[in-house]
């Protein structure tokens, strides 16, 4: 019985440490928080503003990885907009923000087996480096590339006359 108490707290471990690794990062600004509606089953994506009357409910915002694609921000704002009960996400814009290459100082990334402290002392200067810089180096360069963030609007269509118009 131990065994399996262990084996499910290490994939409960495993899952939340996965959970954690989103390649989408996504902000819900709701317009009117007193207005609670129930989730819904389908939501489309639209690139204007529909010609039929509708609400806006909330601001929706997806900042996707390095190298993410533009679907994976529709798909992650479409699921946002599902739970707050919307009918379709209408896309504002799409901004794409370089990122350059970042040097970063990763001291197990050369020889983790044998790091350059571990050598013995040498006083005098070998030919062409006491310690070669290459492959050896503790420096190493992080790619950079495009970001990409959405702008959407989650919209409700307006079906009763109770609801506010469109704004």
Sequence with gaps: MHRKSGFGLACALLAAALA????VATQVTLLDPAQKFAPTERVAILLDFP????????L?????????SESELFEDARKKAQALGADA???LEVISVYQPPVRV?????GYPFYPRYRYP???FYMFPYAYGPYPSSE????GGGNVQTLKAVAIRYSTAASEPPAQ
């Design 20 to 23: 954690g690794c989103a390649a």
């Design 51 to 58: 010609a039929q009357p509708h609400l806006k409910i909330a």
């Design 60 to 68: 929706i915002e997806a900042q996707g990885m390095v190298g993410g």
């Design 89 to 91: 996400v209408v896309r």
């Design 105 to 109: 100082y990763d001291p197990w990334f």
């Design 121 to 123: 002392y040498r006083p």
């Design 139 to 142: 420096y190493r360069w992080v």
